[in-house]
């Protein structure tokens, strides 16, 4: 009896331990999804205040990252998870590194919003349609959060395609510019950090999309990483 009282109070340790690291893991994703927001923010409207603010928290991001990577380092140790308890763990320092490269650009944004406020024109030409491709990764990163949230391998698959959109999107920008910079070789510059922000934005798309991946993994089982969205759909749908 006391055995058995035993295992059964190490099987709750573990599970809350499991818990804590989820629960961080939405921590991290709303720090990083709110670094994004503002970064967006801060260089659509030429806000030097709010991308100094951007700056400074990714240290936050990283620390955080660090923590929860320890936590995973100490539960493969100690506990030696198998099966889905094990899943979640891979899945977990998957995601946080994807949410620590989001954050990463999120602060390159930032960066650029400083450098494009402190230009001697305010023109905003150039700015066209990048808060449109940044509310469509901001939103893709919100969605593929709530997925892992839910562990929602549907609602993943379905997130993921919208990769598609933030890519041609991003493509529809190179255009924009290209033809700005043509009319205005002047704009180079400053067009240089718009086209290095659209980039910064494409590739959290792809970030968001890869969280989505570890939510089809933690919940199926099997991994769907490089494999094309049709095929990634079937394997949601179907059962272990």
């Given at each position: ?20 690291i989820?629960?961080?893991?939405m ?15 801060a ?54 590194t ?32 990048i ?40 493509e ?69």
């Open positions: 009896m006391e055995k058995a009282d035993i295992g059964h109070h190490i099987s709750q340790q573990f599970n809350q331990e499991l818990e804590d989820r629960s961080k893991v921590r991290m994703g709303g720090m990083v999804e709110q670094q994004l927001r503002d970064a967006i923010d260089l659509t409207n030429m806000d030097t205040s709010l991308a100094e603010v951007v700056i400074t928290n990714d240290y936050k991001v990283n620390r955080l990252e660090v923590e929860l990577d320890e936590e995973c380092t100490h539960i493969l140790a100690r506990r030696q998870p198998t099966a889905s308890d094990l899943r979640l763990i891979l899945a977990v320092i998957k995601t946080i994807d949410l620590e490269r989001i954050g990463d650009e999120a602060e390159r944004i930032g960066r650029m919003a400083l450098k494009f406020a402190d230009g001697d024109t305010k023109d905003t030409k150039a700015l066209v349609g808060g449109h491709l940044g509310g469509h990764a901001l939103n893709m990163l919100h969605d593929a959060l709530d997925a892992f949230a839910r562990m929602d391998a549907e609602a993943a698959k379905k997130i993921a395609k919208q990769d598609k959109k933030v890519d041609e999107e991003y529809n920008i190179l255009r924009q510019v290209m033809t700005y910079m043509m009319e205005d070789p002047r704009s180079i510059p400053r067009v240089i950090g718009v086209l290095w922000s659209a980039r910064a934005i494409e590739r959290i798309g792809d970030r968001a999309c890869n969280i989505c991946e570890y939510v089809i993994y933690l919940v199926k089982g099997k991994d769907v990483r490089h494999t094309k969205v049709g095929d990634a759909e079937k394997e949601a749908r179907e059962d272990k």
